[in-house]
């Protein structure tokens, strides 16, 4: 793990860090404030805010750890902008209120990133010469895996808290190869797609499993114990289809099926932008996915490389049942309903230049998932 710093952008660290003296006449400086009232104020701050807070001296930074948790679990879905000039500066954009956050990183000029996992972005050498190497943007707290033998998509780990005992499972670029390295591995296992003609999809952690999706609306759970295996779980009503599209001047593959979790329940989503979707429900007693026509008090905020199902985005100002797209051709940010109309375009967040830069595309980063935890309970 990495030491942490503050890293934003616009804050005179040596200024904050001064000890203000109090105008009133005991002349008690502004570090020995009383901690109870540090922890209402770091509690009240935004993302921004609350990082310098922890930068000005020993008993802030002290209450904002304390609060951390709730700071961040509070805040909405941010997306990362895609930059074309800077290799160490992450710019994080809130749709609700419109400001874009700059959190400065150790350089990444020379890798791209293929994945987003409790927090933990996940880089690679764009080459495939280096290790895999994450980092949370937020906490600042750093993981790295070896080098796999294929550039790869969709990367997610398995225990984000305890890095000795972190597993990766990630797609291949083509989708048709899934990959996965545990901590007692020497090298990268590689399990080939189990059906003919058919690709992978999408990658979740989900009650304790690694759920794999395919693009024929089939769920399989993927084992990661010592006798690793891949086993078809839960099947979908009314088989899927995957779409092909032109990318960067060449054809790939590009699912348009995905899984997506709240802490409740787990859903399979065929989606493209300004259709119907379908989305399915699965049933973990079943083991049938079952088409449901809302998403009650929650929306889901849907990009190429980051999916969430988000609880009340009322409270942010924004709208129930319903889908955030972040589109790869499409500039603005859709608010869709489920029936494919359009509820509300947002602003323009820069995804046009995508093409350009080390980040391909715009995505949606969660902090709600920097500590969120799925250990693996495959008994």
């Not at 989900?206 to 010592?226: D, E, P």
């Not at 319903?322 to 995804?351: F, H, N, R, W």
Request: hydrophobic share 35%; proline share 6%; charged share 25%.
């Amino acid at each position: 793990m990495t030491k942490r710093k503050n890293g934003v952008e616009g804050i005179d660290d040596g200024a904050l860090k001064k000890r203000i003296t109090s105008e009133k006449s005991d002349g008690r400086p502004w570090s020995e404030l009383p901690m109870d009232l540090l922890g209402d104020i770091s509690r009240k701050l935004n993302l921004v805010d609350h990082l310098a807070f922890g930068g000005v001296c020993r008993s802030w930074r002290m209450s904002a750890l304390a609060s951390e948790r709730d700071v961040i679990a509070s805040q909405p879905p941010l997306v990362v902008l895609p930059s074309i000039s800077a290799d160490k500066v992450l710019s994080l954009y809130n749709i609700f209120e419109e400001n874009t956050y700059h959190i400065e990183l150790p350089t990444f000029a020379s890798k791209e990133c293929c994945g987003l996992s409790s927090g933990y972005l996940v880089f690679q050498d764009r080459k495939g010469q280096d290790e895999l190497w994450l980092i949370n943007p937020i906490t600042r707290d750093e993981l790295n895996f070896p080098t796999p033998p294929t550039n790869i998509s969709h990367a997610t780990i398995t225990s984000p808290t305890t890095p000795s005992d972190s597993s990766i499972v990630a797609l291949s670029k083509d989708f048709v190869r899934l990959l996965f390295y545990r901590p007692s591995d020497d090298k990268w296992t590689i399990y080939k797609t189990p059906e003919p003609k058919c690709f992978y999809a999408d990658i979740i952690v989900f009650k304790g499993k690694v759920y794999v999706l395919t693009c024929n609306g089939k769920i399989w759970n993927l084992r990661l114990q010592s006798d690793a295996s891949l086993t078809l779980f839960a099947v979908c009503d009314n088989p899927v289809r995957c779409s092909t599209i032109l990318r960067r001047f060449s054809f790939q593959y590009r699912p348009n099926v995905f899984l997506v979790a709240s802490d409740d329940e787990l859903l399979m989503v065929n989606f493209r932008v300004f259709t119907r979707p379908k989305i399915f429900k699965v049933d973990l007693q079943t083991r049938k996915g079952v088409v449901t026509n809302t998403l009650g008090d929650k929306a889901l905020f849907i990009a190429d490389m980051s999916r969430a199902l988000i609880s009340n985005p009322t409270k942010w100002g924004g709208h129930n049942n319903c889908i955030y797209a972040l589109d790869y051709y499409l500039d603005p940010i859709y608010v869709l309903s489920l029936e494919g109309k359009i509820l509300q375009t947002l602003k323009d967040t820069g995804s046009s230049s995508c093409r350009k830069c080390t980040f391909y595309s715009s995505y949606w980063y969660f902090p709600n998932k920097c500590f969120h935890v799925d250990f693996l309970n495959e008994n």
